[in-house]
């Protein structure tokens, strides 16, 4: 089972961009790359997904290395409203989501 | 548009009770899901429904059974519960099977074992 790595926390300035990185080095060819948050505990949202190509959408922008052991999620103008636990997974037959990276905006 | 809808939301039993979670969706998805979080800790899968009258074991099955009733509704059950499992309880429902096709969550059912 492909799985994946991630920061356990960050910090990011409101009003700029925040990157945040996933390792997933033993992706399989046919397995897409999901991205959740999870705002205080309610239940996560999703964010983009993306195969090989890098996707965009009105949330985010995705990156994904050309190798594609690893990918990158970008939230171009943080706001507070962006402070959350960030899901990186891959998916596969037994979906299951990692501790995440813990994103804080700071004012 | 509910979404996924879950109940109930709190739930507090003792050690050996039983119950069940239940889970509905109206966006006519075909595979639901259970998972549990405990404190700080990410999401793990207890079970999945690829299609109406087939269920699979996630990753932390033990202590639980599940029933898709229909498409709609897919239900949770602790036949003896245990503090083990005290937590919070996520179902979630996607139009497409595992690999691909992005999930729904529910808002979520605490359940405190005493």
């Known amino acids: 089972d492909a799985k994946t790595t991630q920061p356990t926390s960050m910090d990011c300035a409101e009003g700029r961009a925040a990157n945040l990185p996933c390792n997933h080095s033993t992706i399989s060819g046919n397995e897409y790359v999901y991205w959740y948050r999870q705002i205080h505990s309610q239940g996560p949202q999703y964010i983009i997904h993306?195969?090989?190509n890098n996707e965009t959408n009105e949330m985010a922008s995705l990156i994904i290395t050309e190798d594609r052991k690893s990918s990158t999620l970008i939230l171009p103008h943080a706001t507070l409203r962006d402070t959350a636990v960030y899901y990186c997974i891959v998916k596969h037959e037994k979906l299951t989501f990692g501790t995440g990276t813990r994103l804080t905006i700071i004012p | 548009n509910a979404g996924v809808t879950q109940t109930p939301k709190f739930q507090v039993l003792k050690t050996g009770q039983s119950m069940t979670l239940q889970c509905a969706q109206d966006m006519n998805h075909n595979s639901m899901y259970w998972y549990r979080q405990d404190p700080g800790m990410g999401l793990r899968l207890i079970y999945y429904s690829a299609s109406e009258g087939t269920t699979d074991k996630g990753e932390v099955p033990n202590g639980y059974n599940v029933s898709r009733l229909n498409k709609r509704e897919f239900s949770l059950r602790l036949e003896s519960a245990a503090p083990s499992q005290t937590s919070v309880y996520f179902c979630a429902s996607s139009a497409r099977v595992l690999n691909t096709g992005e999930l729904f969550f529910g808002e979520g059912s605490r359940l405190t074992v005493l």
């Open positions: 993306g195969l090989k």
